[in-house]
């Protein structure tokens, strides 16, 4: 069965500085993959997706990721954070064809003045 | 354009009592879902709906039942309720052409 694993529960970064969420999936398969971003008392909205194509994914509010099959993962990144990032972000993946996303545990973002 | 929209946003329950969990999105969507957020757990799926007329088991579906009503409403019943079923419910949309789902804003459920 698919899973989603994302190692870092927590990240705190100084404002400015650039971010990496780490994100990493089970199965080789075709599959999509998505970002989403959820900030306190809200749903999640989505950041990025990835269906095929280039590997390097751009999303809103100057995020972005990479696809590597290789290593079966989809890291999200962003160059310099503002306060406003502060979220929980979550990856989640869906093996093409099928109608289920299973999304991993969460990466809460901190980002210090 | 509302989306997706989950009543009621906030309520407690009593342990034993029963609730229905309404979702409605109108986005014209085939499929819709049903998710728990638990801290450290991210979201699990309790049940989907591919298309109207079709409801199948997820991760956790014990303790809960789902009734796709029409192809705008997906709603999600517990019967007898349980402190360990004190979460944030969250339902999400597809459309058949698109691939990301669209979420409600959460139903914060309490059970003492």
């Known amino acids: 069965a698919q899973s989603v694993t994302q190692l870092d529960s927590q990240v705190p970064v100084f404002e400015e500085a650039p971010v990496e969420l780490r994100c990493n999936y089970s199965?080789?398969?075709?599959?999509?993959l998505f970002w989403y971003v959820q900030y306190p008392n809200q749903g999640l909205q989505l950041l990025l997706k990835?269906?095929?194509?280039?590997?390097l994914v751009k999303g809103i509010n100057g995020f972005e990721a990479e696809f590597n099959k290789s290593q079966t993962s989809f890291h999200l990144r962003k160059p310099s954070v503002h306060i406003s990032d502060t979220a929980e972000y979550f990856c989640?993946?869906?093996?093409?064809?099928?109608?289920?996303?299973?999304f991993g545990t969460g990466t809460r973002l901190k980002v210090l003045a | 354009n509302a989306g997706v929209t989950q009543t009621p946003k906030f309520q407690v329950l009593k342990t034993g009592q029963s609730m229905t969990l309404q979702c409605a999105q109108d986005m014209n969507h085939n499929s819709m879902y049903w998710y728990r957020q638990d801290p450290g757990m991210g979201l699990r799926l309790i049940y989907y709906s591919a298309s109207e007329g079709t409801t199948d088991k997820g991760e956790v579906p014990n303790g809960y039942n789902v009734s796709r009503l029409n192809k705008r409403e997906f709603s999600l019943r517990l019967e007898s309720a349980a402190p360990s079923q004190t979460s944030v419910y969250f339902c999400?949309?597809?459309?058949?052409?698109?691939?990301?789902?669209?979420f409600g804003q959460g139903t914060r459920l309490t059970v003492v």
């Open positions: 989640a993946v869906s093996d093409e064809g099928t109608y289920k996303y299973i």
């Open positions: 199965s080789s398969v075709s599959v999509y």
């Open positions: 999400a949309s597809r459309d058949r052409k698109k691939t990301e789902a669209f």
């Open positions: 990835y269906l095929s194509g280039s590997t």
